[in-house]
């Protein structure tokens, strides 16, 4: 049987009624840009994610562009980030002229490493941006009370988390802004590129929406230099339909990998991340490297970990892609993410050459690693269980020859 990675048609087909009909109210309505759908899509994330402001944007990378313009973060100053994540993150303060300065990250949760967050600190530190990468937040009360104490604004990028919590509290709404993208793979997927910028300070929504539309309030009177960061109505009228659903989308993600779980553990060599690890590098398949095979994620208790990926640890040389290619030749889609840290990325080489760059001072041990081990395995909300009983299938079989 055939299990791809991601499957987008089951969803949106058995929408395409409520679709066609989100399309023809939009080119009935002669508002293409902005408009009233795009107002009523960003109350109904404002309420999803319990904040004061929501504006839709053109893409989730956009959204952090226009958070890092926001803030005022530009040449001279240093924006630290996750090394371990998508290139979104660190090309961003790149393009505003900033410099990104990468920090390792926790093997367990696969998110910042704060105590290596803090070590890479400057003067010229302007602000942190975590990523709660894959669907579960990375631990903000720390990490908010080390940016309150070196006077750091934080920007959550939550493009894989949109409506994950963090000891009950939604992500996005913790920091000064939140990030999210409703690209076609992610929880909650547009038909196209679109993505949210969230904050409660009302001062800064302002500026963003200003600067969303060239800087200018009224049309053609410009008081910033800002960007065209605008989402289309039409996307933001499909994203209405699928956001009733959202929770339930969200639950089959859950149940996907509570089940993966429940049917890997006993597999001999198969360990579940520990949570009490967090932080503690590379705890995890080290002094027992020969027993254990293979390294399940995990939600932490405080966490609602959304799934976004179920992304398994391989340990060892060239097993991670052993495995992977055991599974498609048996038709199973996997991704890596990442296989290459934002930090070994030849664009980013003058960041970490510089004589004083905290980039450059300090190793990157857990992102190394984890791009050699991780893969992620089919988790999408439609998944069947004769598909997930295949994969396992897969695995078993690759542990037992």
Not at 111 to 122: G, H, Q
Not at 217 to 244: C, E, W
Request: charged share 20%; glycine share 8%; hydrophobic share 45%.
């Amino acid at each position: 049987m055939s299990v791809p990675l991601l499957d987008l048609k089951p969803q949106n087909l058995a929408l395409e009624r409520e679709l066609t009909e989100a399309f023809q109210r939009v080119l009935r309505s002669g508002h293409y840009i902005l408009g009233p759908e795009l107002e009523r899509f960003e109350a109904d994330m404002a309420r999803l994610l319990g904040v004061r402001h929501a504006l839709g944007v053109s893409s989730g990378t956009d959204a952090i562009l226009l958070a890092l313009m926001s803030l005022g973060i530009g040449p001279g100053d240093e924006v630290i980030a996750p090394s371990f994540t998508f290139f979104a993150t660190g090309g961003c303060v790149s393009r505003v002229g900033a410099t990104p300065v990468f920090a390792d990250v926790c093997p367990i949760c696969f998110n910042l490493d704060l105590a290596d967050v803090a070590r890479r600190i400057t003067p010229r530190t302007k602000a942190i941006l975590p990523v709660h990468l894959f669907g579960q937040a990375a631990d903000m009360d720390p990490l908010l009370a080390l940016a309150a104490q070196h006077g750091l604004q934080v920007i959550e990028d939550g493009a894989q988390a949109l409506g994950a919590t963090y000891r009950g509290r939604a992500v996005g709404g913790l920091g000064a802004f939140g990030t999210f993208s409703f690209f076609p793979s992610k929880n909650l997927g547009a038909l196209g590129d679109a993505g949210l910028l969230v904050t409660n300070d009302e001062t800064l929504a302002q500026k963003a929406a200003l600067l969303r539309l060239h800087g200018a309030k009224p049309k053609y009177y410009h008081h910033l230099i800002g960007a065209n960061f605008r989402m289309d109505a039409l996307q933001a009228a499909f994203l209405s339909v699928k956001t009733v659903r959202y929770a339930e989308y969200t639950e089959a993600r859950c149940r996907n990998a509570s089940d993966y779980t429940a049917q890997l553990t006993p597999l001999p060599g198969v360990q579940v991340a520990d949570p009490a690890q967090c932080g503690c590098s590379l705890s995890v398949g080290d002094s027992k490297a020969s027993e254990v095979r293979l390294v399940l994620p995990v939600a932490y208790p405080h966490n609602q970990h959304i799934w976004n990926q179920y992304t398994i640890r391989v340990p060892g040389p060239g097993r991670r892609d052993a495995l992977r290619a055991h599974l498609q030749a048996k038709g199973i889609g996997t991704e890596i993410y990442y296989p290459v840290p934002l930090h070994a990325q030849p664009c980013f080489a003058r960041e970490l050459a510089l004589p004083d760059s905290p980039s450059g001072k300090f190793p990157f041990p857990v992102s190394d690693r984890l791009a050699q081990e991780v893969v992620s395995l089919p988790i999408y909300p439609e998944l069947t269980e004769s598909q997930r009983a295949e994969v396992v299938a897969g695995i078993r079989e690759f542990l037992a020859g």
